[in-house]
Antibody, heavy 119, light 111 residues
């Protein structure tokens, strides 16, 4: 079955970086884009950016420009999201979600990865 | 403050019909399609409606979506207890280099 499986929870100190993985299975990895969406505790959804697993091109939300890097490994069908310069406001659940086109709906989501930033 | 505006809460009794609104602007809803996501407590969001009014396979026809101008709506008929969840609207926004925007979410309570 089609699924996205993310890496486990992380606890980081302010100023550190975190790298979250999202492993795809059950479909052709390079045929779908992958997005990252985060949700702070008790808050709504916030789009961070998108990567095209086929060529590796990326587009990031302006808010995260300079702090986020999205990469992919086609040999393992895995995408990664690295966020640097962590601050307490980055404490959130981070989701990967695929879409067939940049403007397409997110039809499959990962289970989420909790990232806690605390000194 | 989210780019798309939703009421923070909605409620209804079993069997009732409820609607949730989503208001945007010409750069998002006015020029692009709207998707709706359902998030049950403690779980990842799930696609409920795409392209304004299309239901993915497996989504009951009790759920329907519509769009007019710069606003969209989600309707749930025959309300059931398992519909208690948070609902989010989303649309592509053409400003800047283009990006996805979400509503703040509506918590639906089944009384």
């Amino acid at each position: 079955q089609v699924q996205l499986v993310q890496s486990g929870a992380e606890v980081k100190k302010p100023g550190a970086s975190v790298k979250v993985s999202c492993k795809a299975s059950g479909y052709t990895f390079t045929s779908y884009y992958m997005n990252w969406v985060r949700q702070a505790p008790g808050q709504g959804l916030e789009w961070m950016g998108i990567i095209n697993p086929s060529g590796g091109s990326t587009s990031y939300a302006q808010k995260f420009q300079g702090r986020v890097t999205m990469t992919r490994d086609t040999s393992t069908s895995t995408v990664y999201m690295e966020l640097s310069g962590l601050r307490s406001e980055d404490t959130a659940v981070y989701y990967c979600a695929r879409n067939i086109a940049v403007r397409g709906a997110f039809d499959i989501w990962g289970q989420g990865t909790m990232v806690t930033v605390s000194s | 403050q989210s780019v798309l505006t939703q009421p923070p809460s909605a409620s209804g009794t079993p069997g009732q019909r409820v609607t949730i609104s989503c208001s945007g602007s010409s750069s998002n809803i006015g020029n692009n399609t709207v998707n709706w996501y359902q998030q049950l407590p403690g779980t990842a969001p799930k696609l409920l409606i795409y392209s304004n009014n299309q239901r993915p396979s497996g989504v009951p026809d009790r759920f329907s979506g519509s769009k007019s101008g710069t606003s969209a709506s989600l309707a749930i008929s025959g309300l059931q207890s398992e519909d208690e969840a948070d609902y989010y609207c989303a649309a592509w926004d053409d400003s800047l280099n283009g990006y996805w925007v979400f509503g703040g979410g509506t918590k639906l309570t089944v009384l």
